[in-house]
DNA sequence: CTCGTAAGTCGTCAATTGACGACATAAGAA
DNA sequence: TTCTTATGTCGTCAATTGACGACTTACGAG
């Protein structure tokens, strides 16, 4: 069964090099750096991080020892993977989308999650985003914690003032009232590109479903939770 | 660095086997390999499917030769593990409180995902289905296809007759709006539980938040597809 | 053209890893 | 007690896998 491993190896190979690989020569160290990180992150999203590094250099279409010559161990080769496609994947330009009072709320958060769910809610970022979390449980808090929890502010700020209401002082419980919608819309990335779950609804639609009922039971959560703690 | 491995793998049996294990003999056919089976979804679920056997024998205190005495290969060990941890994990008394309608649905609901969140939304359980799922597609697709679908229908089918509207023809359309809920609670389990984040909010209370919520927006929601689809 | 340097490969090592044949031993039936 | 049998372990094999020393070769400056 020798044989195996390398005609996996060479499948591989084939598969996603056969496009733009092939007959590309050497490359200065800077692109071929870039050229690596790029196919690794499509092979680490696909195999896990735990794929092994000669068939990521198949994949590359150069030697497994070469790997090496940019990255000291494996382990970073992965870090700075992460760092690129999980950390990297977010605009700014949202923020300032989202706040601009012109438009309507609805109309704001729904094309944000479009454009969110195209952008970020790949299915390569969420493997890799999830392989990532499973396997270490310090990388994903740093994607919440700089990004998501700033994004989650914006989203109940600019939903009160349109609604007209107050919101409570636990940012804690702002929070939590925010991720109703975007952790409804996470979840339905992760089942179309991780479950992969049948999706005959267009995914416009999809978005705006969500959007209507965060817009209009946000009254009725934040009032449930007077309730409770008054 | 031999001994790298086997300080790694006599951690682990001291971790997990010093409560009842260390001095169990011999034990019948089937009390031993329930007994593996139960230790081995602690171990997958922890160390993704790709653990070794060696040290899930040493987290079972036994040899690694004897797990093949149970097991042909490791793939069917881990698909058995599967089985009875994912798919055995929903509880048929469900369905019938949900439809009790002495309750209303807000109370049935409620209590409804708290105790599917403690009972089945737990750590080891999202953290199988998830190395499952992203390992190989065709396994989430069974949980959701034979149970889930079920439950969204039954949650729309109650919440439509306790607001007092009718449901769109389309089951797809349906299933999607149902999804708002069921995926917001999952979403919330798998930040708790993967991604670790904090949380000072109550259980209780998030799900009722999220309850209230679909509630009161779902109304709108069916509007917004209705408008959508004349 | 020549030569230095950086790009790239070959082959190999030590550790790991799934799998299994051969052997050892405890528990119960006769 | 003795013998059978199922329970369990030891040691090992072949394939894998991260890592790296030694070597080769394309390319551009002079």
Redesign the pocket.
């Known amino acids: 069964?020798?044989a195996?491993?390398?005609a996996l190896r060479e499948q591989v190979r084939k598969t996603s090099s056969a496009k733009k690989e092939g007959g590309s020569?050497?490359?200065?160290?800077a692109e071929?750096r870039a050229q690596i990180l790029e196919t690794a992150s499509d092979f680490f999203a696909e195999n896990g991080l735990?794929?092994?590094?000669?068939?990521l250099a198949d994949a590359c279409g150069?030697?497994?020892?070469?790997l090496?010559?940019f990255f000291?161990?494996?382990?970073e080769l992965v870090a700075e993977v992460y760092r690129e496609e999980i950390l990297g994947a977010f605009k700014a330009g949202w923020f300032v989308d989202l706040q601009n009072r012109n438009l309507s709320a609805e109309e704001r958060f729904t094309a944000f999650y479009v454009d969110y769910l195209e952008t970020t809610l790949t299915c390569k970022w969420l493997r890799l985003f999830l392989y990532a979390s499973l396997s270490d449980a310090s990388m994903a808090p740093d994607y919440i914690t700089s990004i998501v929890t700033q994004l989650l502010e914006v989203l109940m700020r600019e939903a009160a003032h349109e609604i007209g209401i107050d919101l409570p002082d636990d940012r804690e419980a702002v929070h939590e009232m925010a991720w109703t919608l975007h952790g409804s819309i996470s979840h339905y990335a992760i089942r179309r590109h991780i479950y992969k779950a049948s999706w005959n609804v267009p995914e416009k639609q999809v978005v705006k479903m969500h959007v209507r009922m965060f817009l209009a039971g946000l009254g009725a959560m934040v009032e449930a939770y007077n309730a409770e703690n008054s």
């Open positions: 069964m020798k195996k491993s390398d020569g050497r490359l200065p160290h071929r735990t794929g092994q590094t000669r068939m150069v030697s497994q020892r070469l090496y010559r000291p161990t494996k382990q």
